[in-house]
């Protein structure tokens, strides 16, 4: 019998488990009917599948046109599950280079900012493996990232600056994963490097959805279990905040740059204390060219440990490590 691989110490995790903050049903999520639930979720798989099979034949489009077959497609998805959607906020530039930054609570969060503001996303090794998805996500060009190789990170984040100095647009969840609403983590700082390297904008995004329960995906949460909690939700609206552009140039340390986009989308919450504040950095006369990733530093930043939320204070249980990660 083989023994369970432990996690690395490194990962972020959440404190969020399935049983406490994605309960369903619970006294703020009201359910549809059972048939109706099946209905959806037939009509969201068959959603998906349908962007499967016609993802080849957009491949010839040019960008502009693949972009809008690709939010409408997200788009689609996102209601064929009954989820209404709710955009606020000023509409983000056309072209040039971006650096997307939200909070994470549910898988939805990708074809919601998919939808509205699409880009290279930045996904866990794992997506690439699942079924349908992973393929097209491997289509849909994301930047893929194996959380269990720390070297591994000045790679990834090599690969986003070489996107943003294209002029392209990277959407990134910075807590490195998925929490359920309620409470979130801390922003890791190594995704900023690239829009520091760059000069490129950074644009927080705040998910919001309610009720908050059955859009939850946290923890040892099955899949199944969270397509289902969403097919039987009733009156189950992601409310998007776009909000202002930070530009890069204000703080030339990615650290700083984190807080102040952390601040932006989590701004009724005391902001977390920087576990590192001997490593603060000073604006590098010598800075380094586009894409090109200072490996030491990045590398330190991954060690950061999420802060406390309200979650632990209630208990100290980390949620198990198949919650959506992204890189720290």
Known sequence: MSTPTAPSPWLPT??????????????????????????????????VLLGVLLAPLAAPLPPVRRLFLVRCWCRAVVRAFGVRIRVHGPAAPPGGPLLVVANHVSW????????????RMVAKREVRGWPLLGRLAAFGGTLFIDR???????????????????????????EGSTWCGRGGGAFRPAAFQAAVDTGSDVRPV????????????????????????????????????????????????????????????????PAHPDP??????????????????????VARDSANRPSSSVHQRASVSPASASSLRTPS
């Not at 939805?108 to 880009?119: C, E, K, S, T, W």
């Not at 990834?156 to 910075?174: D, E």
């Not at 309610?210 to 009156?235: K, T």
């Not at 204000?250 to 932006?264: F, G, K, M, S, V």
């Open 14 to 47: 959440a404190p969020c488990t399935p049983g406490r903050c994605a309960a369903h049903p619970g006294p703020d999520t009201p359910r549809a009917s059972a048939a109706r639930g099946v209905l959806r979720l037939a009509a969201g798989l068959a959603a």
């Open 108 to 119: 939805l969060d990708v074809p919601l900012l998919a939808a509205v503001l699409p880009g």
């Open 148 to 174: 269990d190789r720390l070297r591994s990170l000045p790679g990834t984040v090599g690969a986003m600056s070489c996107v943003l100095a294209g002029g392209g647009r990277v959407v990134v969840f910075p």
């Open 206 to 269: 705040r998910i919001d959805y309610r009720p908050v329960g059955p859009a939850a995906f946290v923890g040892d949460d099955p899949l199944g279990a969270s397509l289902w909690r969403i097919a039987r939700a009733r009156r189950l609206v992601a409310d998007l905040w776009i909000l202002d552009p930070i530009s890069s140039t204000q703080y030339p340390d990615r650290r700083a740059l984190a807080r102040a986009a952390e601040t932006a989308v989590h701004p009724h919450r």
């Open 276 to 297: 590192h504040p001997q490593a603060q950095s000073h604006p590098d006369p010598h800075r380094l060219l586009p894409g090109v990733p200072r490996q030491p530093t």
